[in-house]
């Protein structure tokens, strides 16, 4: 099963209100009072008044991001982040095998990355996406790491992030579903505590 995002993450309430009055911002719900933007064409353009640009080739460590990130969009980023910080993630995989990048800004500036990991070799903390949500103020709990956490795997695509978003789910939807089947498949006069931890979701 394949896996792509390309997307701004931050606090909620920032980017509720950099994205106010937008024609084609769609916030999705993550946990720990964080959001999803999903980036997409219509999006690009409606902040930069240009349409994006994409990199020739396959992304890499010179090259980390597929969306070039031009800078008039890099410049948004920065003012966002006056307000907290700000992160940009990348990701496709397909097969367990993919890629990932992630950079972040803060008080007005890039702060960290670009990074990119195509191998996985390093310790899962230091994947791309996990280091940028830690910077952003992701807390451990109780899945694998902040990825999983915050809930970066309830959707596989953007069009299933704009569809979560305009729905208005929350992140502990599928749980909440999965929750209502164990229930009903039982019979019990009480609803199961939430399933644990499930892990990778097929994503390194």
């Known amino acids: 099963m394949s896996y792509q995002l390309s997307a701004v993450v931050a606090d909620v309430e920032l980017l509720r209100e950099q994205t106010a009055g937008l024609d084609h911002a769609v916030l999705a719900a993550l946990r720990q009072d964080f959001a ?20 020739i080739g396959e992304p890499d460590a010179g090259q980390p991001f597929e969306l070039v990130l031009s800078p008039a ?4 980023l920065a003012r966002w982040s006056r307000n907290g910080p700000v992160a940009y993630l990348e990701a496709e995989f397909a097969g367990g095998a993919g890629r990932q990048s ?4 803060l008080d007005g500036h890039l702060s960290w990355g670009p990074r990119f990991a195509d191998a996985f070799d390093l310790p899962r903390p230091e994947w791309p996406i996990n280091a940028a949500l830690a910077r952003l103020g992701a807390e451990p709990g109780r899945w694998i790491d902040p990825f999983a956490e915050l809930g970066l795997h309830l959707e596989r695509h953007t069009d299933g992030w704009l569809a ?9 939807y599928w749980d909440e579903l999965a929750e209502e089947w164990e229930y009903r498949q039982s019979g019990l006069d009480q609803q199961p505590e939430r399933p644990g931890p499930v892990g990778d979701w097929g994503i390194p």
Do not use: I, K, M, S
Not at 73 to 76: F, G, M, P, S
């Open 73 to 76: 969009l890099a410049d948004l």
């Open 164 to 172: 979560h978003g305009r729905r208005g789910l929350t992140a502990d």
């Open 102 to 105: 992630a950079a972040v800004w």
């Open 36 to 55: 999803l933007l999903p980036v997409t064409p219509q999006l690009v353009e409606e902040l930069t008044g240009a349409l994006p640009d994409y990199a």
